[in-house]
Nanobody, 112 residues
Framework: QVQLVQSGGGLVQPGGSLRLSCAVS????????MGWYRQAPGKQRELVAN???????NYADSVKGRFTISRDNANNKVNLQMNSLKPEDTAAYYC??????WGQGTQVTVSS
């Protein structure tokens, strides 16, 4: 019943920007935590950012100052704006709902 559908991602040059979006259906928004994780080949999945309600956020140290997580409650979406991208940001990105439901993943590749 709960479905998370991701969009965005792709190929971008270092220093560029991308915006990821995750649309949620079958779940009532509120103060539940939503967020993003990423995983590069051969590495463990790591936290990128989480948001609780509309205002409380946390970020991995590696993305602080460059990434911004936000919620669009009117459209039942959680977004991740990624600026000043680095090759080290290359990974598959996954959105989550309450750490229980997950999107299908989308590839972000940062390369010159």
């Amino acid at each position: 019943q709960v479905q998370l559908v991701q969009s965005g991602g792709g190929l971008v040059q270092p220093g560029g920007s991308l915006r990821l979006s995750c649309a949620v259906s079958g779940f009532t928004f509120g103060s539940v935590t939503m967020g993003w994780y990423r995983q590069a080949p051969g590495k463990q999945r790591e936290l990128v950012a989480n948001i609780i309600g509309d205002d409380t956020t946390n970020y991995a140290d590696s993305v602080k100052g460059r990434f911004t997580i936000s919620r669009d409650n009117a459209n039942n979406k959680v977004n991740l704006q990624m600026n000043s991208l680095k090759p080290e940001d290359t990974a598959a990105y996954y959105c989550h709902l309450d750490f229980r439901f997950w999107g299908q993943g989308t590839q972000v590749t940062v390369s010159s």
